[in-house]
Structure formats: C-alpha cells, structure tokens
C-alpha cells in the first residue's frame, strides 16, 4: 500500500515569501505529526493532530508556523515569512493510535 | 543528493561484522522506545522498537537492549552488510498518541 507522500519534495524560498508544505498520511490514520530536521541533527516535533484537531502544537518555534488538517487527512504546514533558520527537511509522520510512527520522504526548505 | 547528518558520530565498520550502536535517552517516564533508520533523502524508517517493560528484543538481524537504570539504549546489528550504511537514530515517546523525541543519530559505514 501506499505510504506517507509530501509534496514538493524540495522547495527553495527566497528570505519573506510564504510557503505551504503538504502531507498525505496512509488512509486511515488517525495521528499525524510534523518534525523538523536541521542539518546533521535528529528530526525535532513541531505538532501534533488527530484527526481534524490539533492537539499539541508545542513544538512549533513561532508564529509564523501554522498547520491545519481540516478534514482530518492532508495536512499542511505554512511559515509565513520565512527566515533563513527555517532552512530545514519538513518530515511528516502517521500513525493509527499506537506506537509506531510511519514517516514520508520529507521536503527540504532552503531560505535564501 | 542532501546529506543526513554531515557533523554525527560516525561508527565504521567492515562487512559482515557486527555493529553496535548506542544511545543515551533523557526521560525516565519514556515507556516506548524504537530505532529509525535514515539514509540520504529519505524519511526516517522504522527497524525495531522495544517496550519499557523489556530489556531486549530480537528481529531479524538486529537486536534492542534497554537498561532502565542508566537510560541507555542499544543497537546491535549482525553481520552488517553495505545496505546497512545509514544514520541511526533513537527515538522515545510516552504514549500511543505522543511526539517522538530524537537521540543525535550515529551514522554508521560499512566498509568492503
């Protein structure tokens, strides 16, 4: 079966610009987490939802970060204004109620 | 393609040796604990994963030990073959429902 896909798998900003970075989960899973992962380093949680409600957003490093899952399958997770710092691989996770967290390619940010 | 963990710990070792590779996890409430594996440009996999109730478990080719009392986790591969050549990382959580939280990674070669 198909697994977790995003889109685009590489997006290139300049410094200001808005983006909007999609995920589709496996059907049917209930859970869906977005991490960021900086160069060289582990992917780091940004949010969490569960279905269509988001339940954890602790991880996301400003204001300029929004996500939403409006009917509880896709995903997508904007930044506003983007800063360099935000240059990083996006990687969207799913899973149904347990453990295991199934993650897609990912898509690499670069802010220049 | 990008490159996962440029500045890792690196483990270097031949083929059809074993490997074994080590993590250090922070929270003593972390009752599920699981291995990812993470080759160039794609999303972390999923190798093994061990319950906070056990100290070891086998798959195939690779087994988890976990030692509660010094929060220390271990992977151990055998025979490891060129396909193994990746960056390892471990991750806990606390629920069925909750954000993983990542260890620094090891990248592991595999030399012939």
């Known amino acids: 079966g198909a697994g977790v896909s995003q889109s685009p798998r590489y997006k290139v900003a300049k410094r200001g610009q808005d983006v909007a970075l999609r995920c589709d989960p496996i059907?049917?899973?209930?859970?869906l987490f977005w991490y960021q992962q900086a160069l060289g380093q582990g992917p780091e949680f940004l949010t969490y939802f569960q279905n269509e409600a988001q339940l954890d957003k602790s991880g996301l490093p400003s204001d300029r970060f929004f996500a939403e899952r409006p009917e509880g399958s896709v995903s997508t997770l904007k930044i506003q204004r983007t800063q360099q710092e935000d240059s990083a691989v996006y990687l969207c996770?799913?899973?149904?109620?347990?453990?295991?967290?199934?993650f897609g390619p990912g898509t690499r940010l670069t802010v220049l | 393609g990008e490159s996962v963990g440029l500045h890792l710990p690196t483990l270097s070792v031949q083929e059809g040796d074993n490997s074994i590779i080590n993590c250090a996890y922070s929270n003593s409430a972390s009752d599920y604990f699981i291995w990812y594996k993470q080759e160039s440009g794609k999303g972390p996999q999923f190798i093994i994963d061990i319950r906070s109730n056990m100290d070891k478990r086998q798959g195939q080719r690779v087994t988890v030990l976990l030692n509660k009392t010094v929060k220390h986790l271990s992977l151990q591969i055998a025979a490891t073959q060129p396909g193994d050549s990746a960056v390892y990382f471990c991750a806990e959580n606390t629920g069925t429902a909750s954000k993983l939280t990542f260890g620094t990674g090891t990248r592991l070669q595999v030399t012939l």
């Open positions: 059907s049917g899973h209930v859970s």
């Open positions: 996770a799913s899973s149904f109620l347990s453990y295991e967290q199934f």
